[in-house]
């Protein structure tokens, strides 16, 4: 299974913009469909967001819909999320995976037994 590293996490104030990367420790993600996911403090992990394979489809959690972009570079071996219009709940431990979040009826949500998760990368809004 493919693990990762996500870089990019910083202080930012709302209204602000922060552009995350993720990339395998080892291997290559040209086949693989790649989810970002974070975890406020006190909460467990959700979905943000996912792009396929071809980087052809992507979806978004209805809080973020419009201010993040999921986008990817096969050449590079790389996927981004740009944040933009960076609000306080957006603060958290933000993470990537070989999985997309699942909906259950009300929001996205990691898939059950998923684990092969990298140490994150902190996202804090804060003024």
């Known amino acids: 299974q493919l693990k990762f590293v996500e870089t990019g996490g910083d202080l930012a104030q709302p209204g602000g913009s922060l552009r995350l990367s993720c990339t395998p420790s080892?291997?290559?993600?040209?086949?693989?469909?790649i989810g970002w996911f974070r975890q406020a403090p006190g909460k467990g992990r959700e979905g943000v967001s996912c792009i396929s394979s071809s980087g052809g489809t992507t979806l978004y959690a209805n809080s973020v819909k419009g201010r993040f972009t999921v986008s990817r570079d096969n050449t590079k071996n790389t996927v981004y999320l740009q944040m933009n219009s960076l609000k306080p709940e957006d603060t958290g431990v933000y993470y990537c995976?070989?999985?997309?979040?699942?909906?259950?009826?009300?929001?996205?949500?990691?898939?059950?037994?998923?684990?092969?998760w990298g140490q994150g990368t902190q996202v804090t809004v804060s003024s």
């Open positions: 995976g070989a999985t997309c979040p699942y909906y259950n009826g009300a929001r996205y949500l990691v898939p059950d037994g998923y684990k092969d």
């Open positions: 080892g291997g290559t993600i040209a086949s693989t469909h």
